[in-house]
């Protein structure tokens, strides 16, 4: 049998980010004179930037300020990295994963420099197996390439692992790759909705 694996999101699974993504969004879009209420940004976090400039946009608006909304969240959001923290009981999760002889792996869609960020916080290079990001497929979740990729870079089946996330856009991609999916309630979607998605 192979090692099973836990494989996690991290932004509002692992770490308290959601909200700060929420905001660092809100900044972007103002700067390009849109409002764009904050509720609907925080229903789409955990999407890649194109689709969820996209879905508030629509194709339009986001082919002409998409690329510059982005970089302005990036920055935002890097800005803010002195108030990211992990949440609590993250350390020991991770600890209880290993000493079990699991392997935890991280399956974020997250981009470099907010990938960068999530680490940082999470100080627990020691703990995890291995990482794949929005830089390692073509296309985010709710699509299932991360958590695919993800499979492949630990060498193991859908069968060997579960999937741990915080947005429905995790429990969609989980499903849509074959991996048993458990959410939690931190990154802040309802329960019926994570529920209803897998």
């Known amino acids: 049998m192979a090692q099973p694996a836990v494989l996690f999101d991290v932004d509002g699974t692992l770490v ?84 079990r002889g699991w392997r935890s792996v991280l399956a974020t869609s997250a981009g470099p420099e907010e990938l960068s960020v999530l680490r940082d916080t999470l100080d627990a290079e020691d703990l995890i197996a291995a990482v794949t990001s929005a830089a390692d497929t073509e296309r985010a979740k709710p699509h299932p390439d991360i958590v695919a990729t993800a499979l492949e870079r630990i060498e193991a089946d859908p069968t060997d692992a579960i999937f741990l996330g915080d947005a429905v856009w995790d429990m969609k991609a989980a499903r849509r790759a074959g991996v048993p999916a458990a959410a939690v309630l931190s990154g802040g979607t309802a329960r019926n909705a994570l529920e209803d998605a897998g």
């Open 16 to 99: 308290d980010s959601n909200y700060h993504h929420v905001v660092a969004w809100h900044h972007a879009f103002l700067d390009v004179d849109i409002e764009v209420p904050c509720w609907r940004i925080l229903g789409l976090i955990g999407r890649s930037g194109d689709e969820l400039v996209s879905a508030l946009l629509g194709e339009e608006l986001a082919d002409q300020h998409g690329a510059h909304v982005k970089k302005l969240h990036t920055r935002y959001f890097v800005e803010s990295a002195p108030l990211v923290r992990r949440l609590p009981g993250t350390r020991e999760l991770l600890e209880a994963i290993s000493e």
